[in-house]
């Protein structure tokens, strides 16, 4: 259980955080009275696809940062593949893709791979880099006349050039249209299927419920949940009920036993239940001609919610 009375898988043992992809332990920092990581442990293994989600302020931003070492935690430690941030980036074993990555206004991008290519010591062929970003036809195209989607295939070119072991990404997707989207993941699927590691930073909470093995969910800076997407859904408990019930009214839902949360739209309503059999088993008493019923477990976006709200849990 962590602070929050919410339980988290146990971290991993010693022997497996010595082999780890990224090992955090203990790490804070602080800005005055603002504590933006107050004490979390985290350990990634190589070859995990990890989404790191919270809501704004939540510390996700400043947990990257002392991976990539672009910020130092005031305590605690910060390992990637055994080694400290900055030697790791050194050797060209960390790959970061950062939403607000400037590029070069007068370089077209061709140049600017090639350029962070000249920076490693074994990079990977630049064409190779475009081709597996999806932007060989960008190559002679300045990034001043790229759409905002095309720019981040080309941060995406930019942190595989190094031929990194693990890829930082933060917002990966922002900009993109949904076509764009899916070529991406496929391509970050192929990285993957090598034994590589991802961490990713993300608001499009579909993604890392299709695309993650595990979710890492963050609040005030602490660690509130820790798991594959089942788990982190069973963590916040409940299912949602929907159904057509002719003669429904806020009044008489509100009141069936077990709902948390309801919405009613004419004859369709939605609610949210910690006891799904018991709230079921009343409205069929209540409204004999309810149908098209749909019992489905919460999903990744209720138990966000619900994990990550500002209310402090107590128990």
Same mark, same amino acid.
């Given at each position: 259980m962590n602070t929050t009375g919410t339980p988290v898988p146990a971290t991993r043992d010693a022997a497996v955080r010595q082999g780890a992809a990224v090992a955090l332990s203990g790490l804070r920092k602080h800005y005055g009275e603002v504590r933006a990581v107050d004490g979390?442990?985290? @350990? !990634?293994? &190589? #070859?995990? =696809?990890? *989404?790191l989600l919270g809501p704004?302020? *939540?510390?996700? %931003? @400043?947990? =990257?940062?002392? !991976?990539?070492?672009?910020?130092? &935690?005031?305590a605690g430690q910060v390992g990637v593949f055994g080694r400290e941030p900055a030697e790791a980036i050194a050797e060209? +074993?960390? #790959? /970061?893709?950062?939403q607000g990555g400037a590029l070069l206004e007068d /370089?077209?991008? #061709?140049e600017l791979v090639g350029l962070v290519a000249s920076l490693h010591r074994k990079p990977i062929p630049v064409a190779e880099a475009l081709r597996r970003a999806g932007v060989e036809e960008l190559a002679g195209r300045r990034s001043t006349k790229l759409s905002g989607g095309q720019?981040?295939? =080309? $941060?995406f070119a930019i +942190?595989?050039? %190094?031929? &990194?072991?693990?890829?930082v990404l933060d917002e990966p997707t922002a900009a993109m249209d949904v076509g764009s989207r899916r070529e991406f993941w496929k391509s970050m699927h192929t990285f993957t299927d090598s034994g590589r590691t991802v961490l990713f930073a993300t608001h499009y909470l579909e993604e890392a419920e299709e695309f993650a093995d595990r979710v890492v969910l963050?609040? %005030? #800076? $602490? !660690?509130? /949940?820790?798991? %594959?997407? *089942?788990? =982190?859904? *069973?963590?916040a408990g409940g299912r949602t009920l929907r159904a057509v019930a002719p003669g429904a009214t806020s009044a008489a839902v509100s009141v069936l036993p077990g709902v948390t949360e309801y919405e009613v739209r004419g004859d369709r309503i939605a609610v949210s239940s910690s006891d799904s059999d018991a709230t079921l088993r009343a409205l069929l008493a209540a409204f004999p001609a309810v149908r098209d019923i749909e019992i489905t477990a919460i999903g990744l976006e209720g138990a966000f919610l619900s994990l990550t709200s500002d209310e402090e849990t107590t128990r």
């Open positions: 979390i442990d985290l @350990t !990634i293994a &190589p #070859g995990e =696809v990890v *989404a704004n302020g *939540a510390g996700k %931003s @400043t947990t =990257v940062d002392m !991976i990539l070492g672009l910020t130092r &935690p005031d060209g +074993a960390i #790959g /970061a893709m950062l /370089a077209t991008v #061709g720019k981040q295939r =080309v $941060r +942190a595989l050039v %190094s031929d &990194p072991d693990l890829l963050m609040r %005030s #800076g $602490r !660690i509130v /949940a820790d798991g %594959s997407v *089942a788990e =982190v859904r *069973a963590l």
